[in-house]
């Protein structure tokens, strides 16, 4: 296995060298697809040639690991010397658990042939170490990684090996660490058979951290740890919930086979949630927790899709996902398996917006299913009205019925009485001293994000010029609202992130460029032109350009959402495109994972209706396509690849 390892890492490396013309061991994101080329690896049914080449790549690394943990400890072995009798040695000699023996402190088994004589003590020895919190001894490792060829069908089928891993899985004794022990010897995948498929397996693309299985086994620690209330300051509301599940033992496993099927071709939800009514059975859960399992694989991405892509204020939007959920249970569930998904994909993709949008959909999801006690939307609108009467005591009446009568119904539902009163004021300040604009920040530290309001009478390519503004002072905008008063009077909300993720310390940088952009000081795109789109390794990467148009999605709007590779002036390219195009933005949602770009935007025609005409719709399409059409992007042609390789080469022979 070393010799194979080694040959296999010395191709690369010299692949590595003659394609870049230097000493270069980096095996970086820019070179694997044509390194995958060079080696032979060709795409194959839903998994593309690098992805299969990088798996090979992380299973020879991971053999080269194996093997030095083996050495090391026979090493260890083999040198430790003879230690004096001393009472501390009476206490850690060899002790016994339930068949096996501790050989310094790490449990291990007796004799090569124990395995043999009952192949189900391979599962056995990991369940005692998780139970008594022991380590297993390398020797033992080695002797499981030996006989793994009795992990077979019959062994699958036992109803003792099936209530052992159950056990392993949902144990409150850090089931994580018990499943990568597993997993690094090599059961796991041979007594869940489509695990062993996604072992290694890598998604090509800058958004997923780690390889399938590992982010699933990281997935479980989530859970666990959620369980354990350890994850508390962004996730409060998965952290209440966890503790309501009826079905943990459905929960753990939708965890373990929520990406199971990645990398073939089809909807991976679809094929796993197959996997989940076959498996269920198999491991002791009854027919009513195989189907919840199934549920939860087969829509494991329902709930981050609404959340961070649709406008949780459209009642059309909380309609349709309770239409899916149906039951408070279901609804616990999906929460707490989206939260340890998306928090398992990366160390930076989790952060405190997120965490909110999805405790905001779950919250108006359980309101809507508690049924006859969830208000209705005309009391709703009655009681925050009434809630800004009262904050704002030094209004007449009749200054307050007029300032109501300019603002749109569906205002009322999306606001708290504290951005009610603040939005009046400005809208005041703005009536009584003319033709200005007035902006506000305030940070929210709950959601991680600093708010900007901006109040001014509104005008053609507002929003446009302001999202450019905000690009131009290197603000990630992640939500927008628009909304304009039947005065002519525009309130526009952004909420932006610095490039961590972060609230702006200070957002006086973000005002300063937001009015220079209205005042045609600048021009956004001109500045963000100038600006590199992509740090070198990151051109590698391509993504579609896509445009999709709803109107099924909110009873009110159009729905559109824009994806394509990720750049400087991305969202004002976008945002021009839909100013050129005569649509008013009513709500934007932009996110961001890896190289793409994912913008949703609420719009409505010139006259503030959905946009159903064909002729336009058509017309959106091209108008989008063409704004986002990334001038960067090159296509990779055979011809292109070989003369890269000729250059490459030779470099290296002038070297």
Known sequence: RLDKAESFLSTIRCHLHYLTGRADDRLMFDVQMEIAERTGYTSRAGTRGVERFMKHYYLTAKDVGDLTRIFCAALEAEHQRRPRFSFMNLLSRSRTYEGFRTDGGRLTIEGPGAFREDPIKILRLFHTAQKYDLDIHPAALRLVTRNLRLVGKEFREDPEANRLFLEMLTSRRDPETTLRRLNEAGVLGRFIEPFGRVVAQ??????????????????????????????????????????????????????????????????????????????????????????????????????????????LNDPQTVRDFAAVVQSSERLRLLLVLTVADIRAVGPDVWNGWKGALLRELYLKADEYLSGPGASERSTRVEEAKSLLRRRLDGWTDEEFDAYVEEVPSFYWLVWDGETLERHARLVRRVQQEGDQVLIETRTD??????????????????????????????????????????????????????????PFDSPDRLVKRMREALAGEIDPRRELRRRPPWPSRMQVFTVVPQVLI???????????????????????????????????????????????????????????????????????????????????????TPDRRRRGRAAGEARARRR
């Not at 796993?272 to 059975?281: E, F, M, N, Q, T």
């Not at 039947?486 to 961590?500: K, Y």
């Not at 909110?554 to 990720?566: K, P």
Request: charged letters at 25%.
């Open 202 to 311: 890598m998604q090509y693309d800058m958004y997923h951290v780690y390889t399938v299985d590992e982010h699933t086994i990281r997935a479980i620690g989530i859970l666990h740890r959620l369980e354990q209330g350890e994850v508390e300051e962004t996730s409060p509301v998965a952290i209440d919930v966890v503790d309501k599940v009826l079905s943990r033992r459905a929960l753990y496993l939708a965890v373990l086979l929520h990406d199971i099927d990645m990398g073939r071709a089809g909807d991976h939800s679809v094929l796993g949630a197959r996997i989940a009514r076959k498996l269920g059975p198999r491991l002791g859960l009854d027919e009513a927790e195989t189907e919840t399992v199934s549920w939860l694989v087969l829509h494991h991405l329902l709930m981050s899709k609404t959340a961070f892509k649709r406008d």
């Open 445 to 502: 530290e709950e959601r991680e994000v600093t708010e900007i309001t901006v109040c001014t009478p509104d005008h053609p390519g507002l929003f446009s010029r302001l999202t450019g503004g905000l690009s131009v002072a290197g603000a990630n905008i992640v939500e927008a609202r628009i909304f304009t008063l039947f005065n002519g009077i525009a309130l526009d909300t952004f909420w932006v992130q610095s490039a961590d993720d972060r």
């Open 550 to 636: 709803d109107n099924k999605a909110s009873a009110t709007h159009t729905l559109i959402e824009v994806t394509g590779r990720d750049r400087s002036g991305f969202l004002s390219d976008v945002t021009r495109a839909l100013n050129y195009l005569a649509l008013q933005v009513s709500t934007a949602r932009i996110s961001t994972f890896g190289e793409s770009a994912v913008d949703v935007f609420y719009v409505k025609d010139v006259f503030g209706l959905k946009v159903e005409h064909e002729g336009k719709l058509k017309q959106i399409r091209e108008v989008l396509l063409n704004a986002i059409a990334d001038p960067n992007q090159k296509s990779e």
